[in-house]
């Protein structure tokens, strides 16, 4: 029994060595690039919907976009909107077009999906 | 006051500063910008494992008779060491994290910790590995390796405490780690 629970401690350095040798791939094993990517995609989207919602588009049209089933390009947004203004359309417009970007290609584009999201925010103030 | 009490309050205050350094490190990271969400995450369940272990030793095991203590003791620190490293990894899939750098020296030190508790679970319970023929079950069968294993894991985990309250500042200046390090080696064996 002691030398059973000696080899499995054994089998778990090695493992740690083996891990911190390779640490990419374990990285790339246990998929976190994927959840991370998912992770701010979710951020990014939660705030998009956040400013629909803020701005009056009904919650069924904000859900569609969240789940990504829909793009609420310009020509939607503005009949749904309290805040048909072009500038502010075009800088939503902007900010799914980079959150499309990150999800297809993995780059981590939060900070101006954010930056975006805070100018559209000024102009309905 | 006797010498062995020093001894004792030291090893107590190191194993403290350790789990100290531990939480602080994982504040800084989590609210200083730049923000190093692997950092936190790699020290918080360091010191959330320290913390869990120091009870565990204090408060469940100090209440079994003594050749089980002897028994357990090393085992449940090895288990620990590799739980913490396997969590770390875990931490980091649930809250999508990438990886930083550091978190392979916590593959490491946890490691070498596990390693440094196993060869005592087997010294002390097993056989003998100074070919003494016995295991050597009591403390006046220290030897080499205890003197090796009781500097080394609060070595190693004072080193790690501090490489990561560096956040990333010694990266590749690996002379300067090594230094650390030999301070760390050399502080703990005063």
């Known amino acids: ?125 | 006051m006797e010498l062995p009490t020093i001894g004792v309050i030291l090893s107590y205050s190191f194993n403290k500063l350790e789990l100290i350094a531990f939480i602080v490190a994982s504040i800084l990271a989590f609210y200083r910008k730049p923000k190093s969400y692997s950092i936190a995450i790699s020290a918080g369940v360091m010191s959330a494992g320290l913390a869990l272990g120091d009870y565990l030793h204090s408060n469940v095991l100090s209440l079994l008779v003594i050749d089980d203590q002897i028994y357990y003791w090393y085992l449940v620190w090895a288990v620990f060491s590799l739980f913490q490293a396997f969590a770390v990894i875990g931490f980091h899939w649930l809250f999508g994290v990438m990886f930083n750098e550091l978190v392979k020296l916590v593959f490491i030190t946890m490691a070498i910790n596990a390693f440094l508790n196993t060869l005592m679970f087997i010294d002390r319970n097993i056989t003998g590995l100074n070919f003494s023929g016995r295991p050597n079950e009591y403390s006046d069968d220290s030897w080499l390796l205890w003197d090796v294993y009781s500097i080394g894991v609060n070595a190693n985990l004072l080193f790690l405490a501090l490489a990561l309250l560096s956040r990333g500042e010694l990266k590749g200046k690996l002379v300067w780690m090594f230094l650390l390090y030999c301070c760390c080696f050399a502080a703990l064996s005063l």
């Open chain 1, 1 to 125: 029994m002691d030398v059973l629970i000696v080899l499995l401690l054994l089998c778990g350095i090695v493992a740690l060595g083996v891990f911190s040798y390779r640490f990419y791939m374990l990285e790339a094993m246990v998929k976190i690039p994927e959840r991370h990517l998912q992770k701010i995609t979710d951020e990014s989207l939660s705030e998009l919907c956040g400013l629909l919602r803020q701005e009056g588009v009904p919650k069924e049209i904000v859900d569609l976009v969240r789940n990504r089933k829909l793009a609420s390009r310009t020509s939607h947004l503005k009949h749904f909107t309290n805040n048909p203004n072009g500038v502010f359309i075009e800088l939503i417009r902007g900010a799914e077009e980079l959150i499309d970007r990150q999800y297809e290609t993995g780059e981590d584009l939060s900070q101006p999906i954010s930056a975006l999201l805070k100018l559209a925010k000024t102009t309905t103030e």
